[in-house]
T-cell receptor, first 111, second 115 residues
Framework: SQQGEEDPQALSIQEGENATMNCSYKTSINNLQWYRQNSGRGLVHLILIRSNEREKHSGRLRVTLDTSKKSSSLLITASRAADTASYFC???????????FGKGTLLTVNP | NAGVTQTPKFQVLKTGQSMTLQCAQD?????MSWYRQDPGMGLRLIHY???????DQGEVPNGYNVSRSTTEDFPLRLLSAAPSQTSVYFC??????????????FGSGTRLTVV
């Protein structure tokens, strides 16, 4: 069963704008990860945030985690057309170490 | 090139046929797993392995077998293909699993069609 659920399902923005995607989950986690998938390709790991962390940055990416609300957000600043892809959150359970994926957010960045 | 290699990239099977999807990694990763991706369903875990000789079931294991005789290889076997197994299959690996602190490296996928 899906643990993480991304919101929105689809997002369309203009180049240069910021993109924010949200992820909610149901049970306790060890860590939460974000992945990108370009059409027809494999997934690429973007960033991992542990359950005892609240915020993490990597280049133009900013991830927050609120374990009390069981939610995370991924912010991509100054979006580029090359950021067009599907973005997935994935949670690793507190006890079983299985990585469970949500259904993803399709981000379209228009030039 | 370091990474996860999946073969074949495309495959068409007839219902009832069997086949093996290959997955190999050269990063000395302890943890390996198989996912299937279907439209609107995200990725679902089929089987995983936490080391050579150790495998376990994921969310959707029925109709699939795995084995892990070496650290590098983790083949997925379809015993008797069914149209419901039409999907894109991804193999992924991670340095280790106990501390749960590493991201996964994914292969490029195998697109399987069962007719």
């Amino acid at each position: 069963s899906q643990q993480g659920e991304e919101d929105p399902q689809a997002l369309s923005i203009q180049e240069g704008e910021n993109a924010t995607m949200n992820c909610s989950y149901k049970t306790s986690i060890n860590n939460l990860q974000w992945y990108r998938q370009n059409s027809g390709r494999g997934l690429v790991h973007l960033i991992l945030i542990r359950s005892n962390e609240r915020e993490k940055h990597s280049g133009r990416l900013r991830v927050t985690l609120d374990t009390s609300k069981k939610s995370s957000s991924l912010l991509i600043t100054a979006s580029r057309a090359a950021d067009t892809a599907s973005y997935f959150c994935a949670t690793m359970g507190g006890s079983n170490y299985k990585l469970t994926f949500g259904k993803g957010t399709l981000l379209t960045v228009n030039p | 090139n370091a990474g996860v290699t999946q073969t074949p990239k495309f495959q068409v099977l007839k219902t009832g046929q069997s086949m093996t999807l290959q997955c190999a990694q050269d990063m000395n990763h302890e943890y390996m797993s198989w996912y299937r991706q279907d439209p609107g369903m995200g990725l679902r875990l089929i089987h995983y392995s936490v080391g050579a000789g150790i495998t376990d079931q994921g969310e959707v294991p029925n109709g699939y077998n795995v084995s892990r005789s070496t650290t590098e290889d983790f083949p997925l076997r379809l015993l008797s293909a069914a149209p419901s197994q039409t999907s894109v299959y991804f193999c992924a690996s991670s340095l280790e699993h106990r501390l749960g602190g590493y991201g996964y490296t994914f292969g490029s996928g195998t697109r399987l069609t069962v007719v």
